[in-house]
């Protein structure tokens, strides 16, 4: 549970916080906060510059199980991405968490007013045009909890990745003083939470809800439900948002919504026709690791936090039900090891109860360092890789890749070594491709390319090419030196190992980033 806090607050901070900060947050003991990165850095999930901790794409791999496993992302982003396309707005699928909704995909457009939340962010049902349609599936449980949570938290201030809600006294009312109804503004005491359910009313009646500037002033968004095809229940919502300056809430509705509809009949279609899903092995050798890590780390190895977050990665795709026994076969883990880890995770709200004695991880399972890490990219996974090659061969390292042309590279990334007399080229130069050795190691099927003096004088440089989760070559990363410093055998035999140990960290951060989300070469 500890350890699952330092997670959340983490995530809370963007990513990255001093362990200070983190002893400050989560009221722990500053013993327990150390051993707790330790055992975080230690699987991957975070790692220490200095005296901050940092979340790592590695920890992506927690809500990637979820993803997986509720398998709505791999069958309907495409249909979603096609859909931003075509009307040049931001596309995104939500799934309903308790009383709130959390995102699970993101089809965003580029502009320099950004419009999208992140995979993995938590939003309050009420200010949100999903929140109504999942609200008409609520029992009288579920609304009883959304109206403690409405009078213990009138401000939302549990949902820091939204504003505060406007002080208007109508919040669906557009700028032209006509709400959604078409009627005249001026309700009589402009009451969120009525006005809440007499949303959710309409919705149930329309099949869709809109968002006319809820969230925050100018945004506007509409939603349609997804059904599941087995049990025409609410599987997730797609949802389009745009800007006033762009769309109001009406033009929404009257333009974009027929068109959001047919996107969802083809979503319900592909639902209809998906195959069942196809298993790939569960993670192996989980409890050989934790035990291992412990005998070498002792102490500060808190082996309950590693086993415990790796039962949460036995879960994904043809696992989204595990019985105990099931889990515990996955991970290698013992019964009773599992058995604590899912009662616990339970209590967190991290898995619930499925049938015939199984568990089955719910969206919160997104909160665990997701959404900070949902939109990084290739630059911002290598440099902390490079950063320690550079530090370790002594040598400036480099990140580059094609040019839309493909006849340049383009510079994305650099870890200066300190050397009075080092290679340094500022992030952003193009060079010919043809005459370097990272535009050859993207342009060739070589494992390595060495160049000798060819685009510099006294300058040597080796390059490895960089795979996507396809296996295709997207980016290449070199090592440049002085020819006084490194003849070309020593290059191959004492810097390309290190270049390609370095080039696989980088892989594999990248591959686990990229799964459910877009990771920008740039």
Known sequence: ????????????????????????????????????????????????????????????????????????????????????????????????????????????????MS??????????????????????????????????????????????????????????AGHDGVDEDGDEDGDEDGDEDRDFIRRTERAANENYALDDQLIEPGLVAVSVPVRDPRTARIACVANVVSHTSRHTAAHLRATLLPRLRTAVAAMEETLRQAPPPHPGPPPAGLATWTGASKQELGREFIESLARGLTVLTAFGEGRA????????????????????????????????????RAFTLTPQVLSLGFPPLSRTTLPRIATPHMTTLTAEIEETTSLATLTDAGDEIQYTAQATASHVMSVHITVGTRQPAASTSMGRALLTPSPYTLMDEELEQGVRTIAVPIHDRTGRVIAALNAAAHVARRTP?????????????????????LHTASRFTHVPLT
């Open 1 to 112: 549970m500890r350890g699952v806090a330092v997670l959340h607050r983490l995530t809370e901070a963007n990513g990255m916080l001093s362990l200070s900060g983190l002893e400050r947050a989560t009221g722990l003991a500053r013993s327990t906060v150390d051993r707790i990165v330790a055992t975080l850095a230690r699987m991957g999930y975070v790692r220490l510059d200095g005296r901050d901790a940092i979340l790592t794409p590695r920890v992506m791999e927690l809500g990637n199980a979820y993803l997986a496993a509720l398998r709505l992302p791999e069958l309907l982003s495409a249909h979603a991405d096609r859909l931003a396309d075509e009307l040049d707005e931001s596309v995104s699928l939500a799934v309903a968490d308790r009383d709130g909704i959390r995102f699970i995909h993101q089809a965003t457009r580029r502009r320099a």
């Open 115 to 172: 419009l999208s939340f992140r995979i993995g962010d938590l939003l309050p049902a009420e200010r949100t045009a999903p929140g109504p349609l999942f609200a008409t599936e609520w029992t009288e449980e579920e609304w009883q909890t959304w109206r403690e949570r409405r009078t213990r938290d009138p401000r939302n201030t549990a949902y820091p990745t939204i504003p505060p809600p406007p002080n208007t006294t109508h919040a669906t």
């Open 321 to 356: 039900e595990l019985t105990l026994t099931d889990a515990a076969k996955a991970t290698g883990l013992s019964r009773a090891t599992t058995r604590r880890a899912l009662i616990t995770y339970e209590h967190l709200g991290l898995v619930t109860p499925a049938a015939h």
């Open 489 to 509: 055998e020593q290059c191959v035999d004492e810097i390309l190992p290190a270049l390609r140990s370095t080039a696989a960290h980088i892989e594999t951060d």
